[in-house]
C-alpha cells in the first residue's frame, strides 16, 4: 500500500505527488499522509490552471506546487 509506504519513509524521503486532479488525492488518501509528502498539479492551459488552483490550496500537504507547461 503506497500510503505505509509514504508512511515508512517521510521522514527521510521528500515525496512528491503530482496530478491533474488534487482532489482525487483528498480523497484517495488519509490527510495525515498527505501533510507529509509535496503535492502538486499540472496545468496545460489558463483554464486548468485556475480550476485546478483551487482544489489544489484544498490539499494539505506539506509542500503545494504547480507545473505549468505547454503541450
Partial sequence: N???IIDLTADALDWLLLTKRPENARRLMDQDILKRCW???T???QY?????ILE????PAKIRFLFFGST
Fill in 48 to 52: 486548468n490552471y485556475d480550476k485546478r
Fill in 2 to 4: 503506497l500510503a505505509t
Fill in 43 to 45: 496545468a496545460e492551459d
Fill in 39 to 41: 503535492v502538486g498539479c
Fill in 56 to 59: 489544489l490550496f484544498q490539499t
